[in-house]
């Protein structure tokens, strides 16, 4: 007796010459394949471009490399189309992924997509996302901070999901920092993904890189490979810097990703400060809009860390030193931290002191379960959450008249509502 070992690539190829030489095409649908097989594929997700009237980034990973990959998309009935996929490949913690990237570009405003990826004759299921509109007039987004978790993501998935089910009007989400514990350790980077994988492909992505993503397997600074290759973001024209931070339009708003891990990637990314500086300039510049937001990771406030440049655990922070002064220049609305595990409001601060003028300046989070009490700032906090501090996230909405931004405990609870409008 013979036995014959076909590969699951060359079962569906003979098969196919079968179905041909019967003539039995017609009875068949085109794409059956793709409804008994599945890709082997991980953190299917999408990404902010600069432009998400007109683009959108497509992104996952798997355990083994998938030759011949290609991602079919479609507006309607309109013909499909096929892109070719960008793959890198990572070894950490003695596991290797592959990353697979396909850039959408020249797309409709306002227009529902749907896609699917194949390799060979085999394909995901259909899914789908909706650019938009040329014309937005007011939009809410969900602002997460501090997704990291210790012993099980499961409690992130829901925070996830309950935030979603609150707001479904959102048109995306941004977590600011802290994604997962350790930058290097698989079951980190595994378990946050695992946790929201049924609901990513749904949403429209924002991450911001946080000091934990810049963390070795033995806590030491590192470079964060895992956070590079896991986000293609928009370009910033520093190509030893991609990715570690850059700016998109949405609506009446600009937002400007900054990366504050200037301590952490001071051996590998010395000129980090001054790049961003720069860039931040000519961003401002090259992008006029009725609101500018700001999204990092560490807070302007010190509270009880101790700070490199300063040498101090009070008042200001030395990422509040670098960047606040800039600010006032460059005329910010809003800035959005995370980094401290709390919810504070300081209001509107300008020459690094109080004021009723210059950039508003909240701080929120938990998404995650690294929970802490965070002492009091007496001189710059207006408002705060209990302690220890719950999980909580903020919804942002953002019309030509003003920016609203609300914090709601995962509870449920109405902790606070801050309006910004233009004098």
Not at 55 to 67: A, C, D, G, N, V
Request: hydrophobic residues 40%; negative net charge.
């Amino acid at each position: 007796m013979i036995t014959l070992q076909l590969s699951r690539r060359r079962f569906l190829f003979l098969t196919g010459k079968i179905i041909l030489l019967l003539g039995l095409g017609g009875f068949f649908p085109r794409l059956a394949a793709a409804a008994n097989f599945s890709l082997p594929i991980e953190a299917l997700r999408q990404l902010i471009t600069s432009d998400p009237c007109t683009s959108r980034t497509i992104m996952w990973q798997s355990k083994t490399p998938l030759e011949d990959c290609r991602l079919q998309y479609q507006a309607g009935d309109a013909p499909s189309q096929n892109l070719p996929v960008m793959m890198e490949s990572l070894t950490e913690d003695r596991v290797t992924n592959y990353y697979y990237t396909v850039y959408l570009r020249s797309l409709m405003p306002g227009t529902t997509y749907r896609y699917r990826i194949w390799q060979g004759n085999v394909a995901t299921p259909w899914q789908e996302f909706i650019t938009a509109p040329a014309e937005i007039t007011d939009f809410s987004a969900l602002i997460f901070c501090d997704s990291q978790c210790g012993q099980t993501y499961a409690g992130w998935g829901e925070n996830f999901r309950t935030a979603w089910q609150r707001h479904p009007e959102a048109h995306f989400f941004a977590i600011i920092g802290d994604i997962v514990d350790n930058g290097q350790q698989e079951w980190q980077w595994q378990n946050f993904f695992a946790a929201i994988a049924q609901d990513l492909p749904q949403h429209l992505y924002v991450p911001v890189m946080g000091n934990h993503e810049c963390y070795s397997l033995i806590w030491k600074f590192c470079r964060p490979r895992r956070f590079e290759l896991s986000y293609n973001l928009p370009p910033n024209g520093s190509p030893e810097l991609q990715n570690y931070y850059y700016s998109y339009d949405y609506g009446p708003v600009h937002f400007i990703v900054l990366n504050t891990q200037m301590l952490e990637l001071s051996a590998i990314h010395p000129e980090l400060l001054e790049k961003q500086k720069v860039w931040l300039q000519q961003d401002i510049k090259d992008h006029p809009a009725k609101w500018r937001v700001v999204l990092m990771h560490k807070d302007v406030l010190a509270y009880d860390e101790f700070q490199e440049g300063s040498k101090t655990m009070m008042s200001l922070s030395d990422v509040g030193y670098a960047f606040m002064p800039l600010f006032d220049k460059l005329n910010i609305d809003l800035v959005l931290t995370g980094h401290m595990h709390t919810y504070r409001n300081r209001g509107h601060v300008y020459q690094l002191e109080p004021a009723d003028k210059g950039p508003v300046y909240i701080m929120s989070g938990p998404m995650g379960n690294q929970q802490y009490t965070v002492p009091a700032d007496k001189n710059f906090d207006k408002s705060a959450i209990y302690q220890p501090t719950p999980n909580n996230y903020l919804l942002l909405t953002a019309s030509q008249e003003k920016l609203t931004v609300t914090c709601y405990t995962i509870a449920g609870e109405h902790v606070e509502t801050t309006e910004i409008v233009h004098a």
